[in-house]
C-alpha cells in the first residue's frame, strides 16, 4: 500500500510538473535516462519514500564525494618527461596531523619504473602532489599519502557486514576528465567473490562501493560491461589495520 501511494504521488507530481512552463526541463541525456530508469527501480523495489532517496543522493554528492579523488600516475623518461599517463579513483579514509591516505587499487600503484609522479584531484578540482604509502600486488591493494591541508574531505567510513545478494549499492567513481559520477547498482557475491551489477571503465579502478548506509563495503578491482568485480571490506581491513591506527 505504502508503494502503491508513493507511485501514485509521484506520477501526480510529474503531471503537476508538466503543466508548468516556468520550471526548467533536464537535459535528455543518455546518462540522465540511465539515471532515471535506476531510480524507477530503487522506487518500486525497495521500501522507501522520495525524501529518503533524495537524502540520500544529497549526502552522496555534497558529502561522501568530497572523499572521492581522481589519480594520476604520470611515467617519465631520463629528461623528465612524461611518455605514459593513467588514471583511476581513491578514497579518503584516514589522515593524520601531517597527511591523509587515500585508499586504491595496486593497478594505479607502478613499482617498476624509475620516475612516477603521483597527483590527486579532490572534487573541488584541486590538484595536488601524492607518494607511495603502501602496496600489495596479492590483495590487489594501494595507498597514496597526500600532505593536509585546509580544505574539509569527509573521512569514509567502512562497513561492518557485507550486503545481502541483491541489495542495493551504490558507486562514486570517476572516468577522466569527468568526476562524482554517481552509479545505482545491486550486489552480487558468486564463488566467494563480490560483484555490483553495474557498467563501469578502467578510470573507475579503487571507486568506493557503499550500501545504502553510505558505508564503503569495497573498491572496484575488474571493470566491465555488465559488472565489476570488487574487493570487500574485509580484505581491506586487513591490508591497513597493521599500517595505520584505525
Do not use: W
Amino acid at each position: 500500500m505504502k508503494k502503491l501511494s508513493l507511485i501514485v504521488m509521484f506520477f501526480g507530481l510529474i503531471i503537476t510538473i508538466s503543466g508548468c512552463s516556468i520550471l526548467s526541463v533536464e537535459e535528455d541525456t543518455f546518462e540522465f535516462r540511465q539515471l532515471s530508469d535506476q531510480y524507477n527501480e530503487y522506487v518500486i523495489n525497495d521500501v522507501v519514500n522520495f525524501d529518503d532517496f533524495r537524502n540520500l543522493m544529497n549526502q552522496a554528492s555534497n558529502v561522501s564525494s568530497t572523499s572521492v579523488f581522481m589519480i594520476e600516475t604520470d611515467v617519465l623518461d631520463v629528461f623528465n618527461r612524461v611518455t605514459n599517463t593513467y588514471h583511476g579513483t581513491g578514497t579518503i579514509f584516514f589522515e593524520d596531523s601531517n597527511y591523509f591516505y587515500v585508499l586504491t587499487t595496486y593497478q594505479i600503484i607502478d613499482l617498476v619504473s624509475r620516475r612516477v609522479h603521483y597527483f590527486v584531484t579532490d572534487a573541488y578540482g584541486q590538484k595536488m602532489p601524492a607518494e607511495i604509502f603502501a602496496a600489495d600486488s596479492i590483495l590487489g591493494l594501494g595507498i597514496l599519502r597526500v600532505d593536509l591541508n585546509s580544505t574539509d574531505y569527509e573521512i569514509a567510513e567502512f562497513a561492518s557486514y557485507i550486503p545481502l545478494t541483491d541489495e542495493l549499492v551504490l558507486m562514486i567513481s570517476n572516468s577522466y576528465p569527468t568526476q562524482n559520477i554517481q552509479k545505482l547498482g545491486r550486489f552480487l557475491y558468486q564463488d566467494d567473490t563480490p560483484y555490483m551489477e553495474v557498467t563501469s571503465s578502467q578510470n573507475a579502478n579503487g571507486s568506493p562501493i557503499y550500501n545504502l548506509k553510505l558505508e564503503v563495503i569495497g573498491i572496484q578491482y575488474l571493470y566491465g560491461d555488465t559488472y565489476v568485480q570488487m574487493i570487500d571490506f574485509n580484505t581491506i581491513d586487513d591490508f591497513i589495520r597493521p599500517l595505520l591506527p584505525i
